[in-house]
């Protein structure tokens, strides 16, 4: 935003009779700045090059060139200002390869962006619906375009673009028996209150939870900022901006005196594990012991060795508790826990044994919760008022997902990929034994290694003689649970060392040892596999700079369930690197939502969808924490409605793609601030050049709506004739403004009644009504 102390640089330079070229950052940011000049009523002059604007003879020029800061050319009356002088703050254009790490947890769940035709869609105040799309429509003689949803009975409900925020995508299990709701019929209140008074009760437990967190305290963490430097120096990579900003939030939740329950969710091989080995410095560092607890032995032996050759040069004790120690290697490392003589300890649910006892723990972290059972994680949860907690993982399953997005725990997204990175390519197939043998002597012809996946015990052993027949000259061991631990080791040892060529396994490689050599995973019977273990599995491959590959077979499509259908489709549609939260996100949809503090994860929440329920649980809490009635809840579908009588879209022609005009449609009616609404506009000319005048208005809509809501103002339409402007009854405006106004010039303003006000226009340009409607928004509120 451009505030009195940029006017006074340009107003400086103009009295000393300079001509002035601001530099802008991008085609966006230029665009904005002369945007909110001309509402100064300065005058701008696009300028391309340096001889463009010493040849002109405007007083004031703007052009792109990412300067960090101007200069005066006093001898020839020229002043140069940058984007950074007039703004006081750096720009930073995020690079067009990068994700947009915007994409919230909330924002995943409410995200319209990628309806399908024929997709269930909840309406605040109408129910549940069907989308039938984006469809332009000319009513009176203003074209607009509207969201259109389906009803019961076939009746139809158009929704302006402006008011996408009303909508929310449809998420509580089987979609194909999600409700139709009955427009103008009590059917759909009486369903949202039901779930408002269940999530009443569930925000009244969140709250008790909430204020026993509050009320637990543990003593801050010291971070001697010398000692941490020289431990990251032992990082091999650069951290991805993902990486380093749940490093962050976690040094910050490590020295707050409340202890830490942190969700790390990123895709395997993002960096999870350097997040944990900082949290666990630090917390070593204070003295205080780290329990690292993993679901499998041979995990549990790699965190071993990589924590072992990351301490090795601090005066650190790590050890591993797993089924692949003795007895007595066993006894004596639960001793050493009890004595303190052991720093950090690694294990599997061994470590949750009665037996073990901690001389002073400080930090728990857990890879990979979704593999750990009820019962197992009830016993890490007693410890969880005093201990800091850290939960690694790639899918976090549903009731986590619910608790992070709850914001009872802390959420923390690693998105970004580590340089070099390719997704894993996943192709869906019938199963057929030339698919398997030409994915097998592909991936061995570039010198790779293959896991195959047969998840049956009884049956494994044929299924590798069938591939031994298939590919004689091919070295082929198994590995399966059932085997003895050091048989187990020694498998996995010899593959990682590439004795031989292809692994037929069992789910016990899910959460496994790194084989960068291994780039090809076939997959047996995929479809009776859960979306958290297809995702994780696939991750067994691609740890690499090497393209890697995922089949994934089935035995033939009648004998499909649909949920495996479902499954399989999420799966190969999310090939993205980083991929994990947004598997997450359709196994709730399949599964249906889990209950935000019960122990089952098949959701109670079908009547409203869960974008919807989790909207009502977090207004319950505000409700509860402000000390309102329950039933106040009912108030949350507040709309401040404007019109401004002009059209205001995205043309199809300037943005063909129909999910991108959704995504910023719904990123336009999310905005908070008029700031957000700025980023969109840089971000859209960066991306499809200068607006069309029906985008410009939509913006002008959406920033005029955020006026509204600060001057409760619940409803604002206007003309060539007049603006008319509703009140709530909690107005900020004071009524004896509004009087003065209408007795001063009673032809221009009216009172038509208690709660409105209505301002004649003489006849106008449509690109002045903006402005118009800005001068009486400001005029009122003084």
């Not at 650190?316 to 052991?342: H, M, P, S």
């Not at 955020?706 to 009524?735: M, Y």
């Amino acid at each position: 935003m451009l505030d009195n102390g940029t006017l006074n640089i340009l107003n400086q330079a103009h009295l000393k009779n300079y001509r002035i070229l601001i530099a802008a950052e991008s085609a966006g940011r230029k665009d904005l700045i002369k945007t909110q000049l001309n509402k100064q009523g300065k005058q701008t002059h696009d300028i391309a090059t340096w001889a463009d604007f010493l040849s002109s003879h405007n007083n004031l020029c703007v052009t792109i060139a990412p300067i960090w800061m101007g200069v005066e050319l006093e001898k020839n009356q020229l002043a140069i200002i940058s984007e950074y002088e007039l703004t006081h703050k750096k720009i930073q254009q995020r690079k067009k390869n990068q994700p947009d790490n915007a994409r919230t947890p909330q924002l995943i769940y409410h995200s319209v962006a990628e309806l399908n035709i024929g997709d269930p869609v909840v309406h605040i105040e109408h129910g549940i619906g069907r989308y039938l799309g984006l469809q332009v429509l000319t009513i009176g003689q203003m074209t607009n375009e509207f969201v259109a949803l389906e009803y019961q009975h076939g009746n139809k409900l158009f929704i302006p673009v402006s008011n996408l925020h009303l909508i929310s995508r449809y998420s509580a299990g089987n979609i194909e028996q999600a409700p139709l709701h009955t427009l103008g019929s009590d059917q759909w209140g009486k369903a949202r209150k039901k779930a408002m008074e269940k999530a009443h009760d569930a925000a009244a437990e969140l709250l008790s939870i909430y204020a026993k967190r509050e009320l637990s305290s543990t003593e801050p963490m010291f971070m001697d900022n010398a000692n941490y430097e020289q431990f990251c120096q032992g990082f091999p990579f650069e951290e991805t901006p993902d990486q380093a900003e749940a490093i962050r939030a976690v040094l910050q939740d490590l020295q707050s005196k409340r202890p830490m329950d942190r969700v790390i969710c990123g895709d395997v091989g993002f960096g999870k594990t350097e997040v944990a080995m900082r949290a666990a410095f630090i917390a070593v560092m204070n003295h205080q012991q780290v329990a690292i607890l993993v679901p499998t032995t041979l995990l549990a032996e790699q965190h071993g060795e990589n924590f072992n050759n990351r301490f090795s040069a601090w005066p650190v004790k790590v050890a591993v508790l797993c089924r692949f120690k003795t007895e007595k290697e066993q006894k004596t490392i639960i001793d050493e826990l009890k004595t303190g003589k052991i720093d950090i300890v690694i294990g599997t649910h061994k470590l949750l044994q009665e037996d073990v006892r901690f001389h002073g723990i400080g930090l728990l972290i857990i890879d990979e919760e979704h593999r750990f059972g009820v019962r197992q994680k009830e016993k890490f949860k007693k410890l969880k008022a005093k201990v800091n907690i850290l939960t690694m993982t790639a899918t976090p399953i549903p009731r986590t997902l619910n608790m992070a997005m709850s914001k009872l725990r802390d959420f923390s997204m690693i998105a970004t990929p580590p340089a070099k990175r390719l997704s894993i390519k996943t192709f869906l197939h019938e199963r057929q034994t030339t698919i398997i043998t030409e994915a097998i002597e592909r991936e061995l012809h570039r010198g790779g290694q293959v896991f195959f996946l047969h998840n049956n015990v009884a049956t494994i052993e044929q299924c590798a003689e069938e591939l031994k027949r298939l590919l004689p000259q091919t070295s082929i061991r198994l590995a399966h649970g059932q085997m003895s631990e050091r048989e187990l080791e020694t498998i996995m040892a010899d593959f990682y060392h590439q004795r031989f060529s292809v692994l037929v396994c069992t789910t016990i490689i899910e959460t496994g040892i790194d084989i960068p050599t291994a780039n090809t995973i076939i997959m047996d019977r995929a479809d009776k596999l859960g979306l958290a273990q297809l995702h994780q599995l696939r991750g067994r491959v691609g740890r690499s700079h090497h393209q890697a590959y995922a089949y994934l077979l089935y035995p033939s499509t009648e004998n499909l369930g649909a949920d495996a259908q479902k499954r399989l489709d999420a799966i190969a549609s999310l090939g993205d690197l980083g991929a994990g939260f947004q598997l997450a996100s359709h196994d709730l949809e399949i599964r249906g939502a889990g209950e935000l503090l019960g122990e089952e994860q098949s959701g109670q929440i079908q009547e409203v969808g869960f974008s919807l329920y989790l909207e009502l649980v977090e207004k319950a809490i505000h409700t509860l924490k402000n000390g309102g009635k329950p039933l106040d809840t009912l108030n949350f579908g507040k709309e401040y409605d404007v019109d401004i009588g002009l059209p205001a879209l995205i043309p199809e022609n300037f943005m063909p793609d129909v999910h991108a005009r959704l995504a910023f449609y719904q990123r336009f009616s999310d905005a908070k601030s008029k700031s957000d609404l700025e980023q969109l506009h840089v971000e859209i000319i960066d991306r499809f050049g200068l607006l069309p005048p029906t985008l410009k208005n939509l913006i002008s809509t959406h920033e005029i709506k955020l006026d509204c809501q600060r001057l409760g103002i619940k409803k604002l339409s206007a003309n060539k004739h007049f603006i008319k402007v509703e009140f709530s009854l909690s107005t900020p405006i004071n009524p004896m403004t509004l009087i003065t106004l209408v007795q001063s010039k009673p032809n221009l303003y009216q009172l038509p009644n208690p709660h409105s006000f209505k301002a004649n226009m003489d006849e106008h340009a449509d690109e002045q009504r903006v402005e118009k409607i800005y001068a009486l928004l400001k005029m009122i509120k003084n």
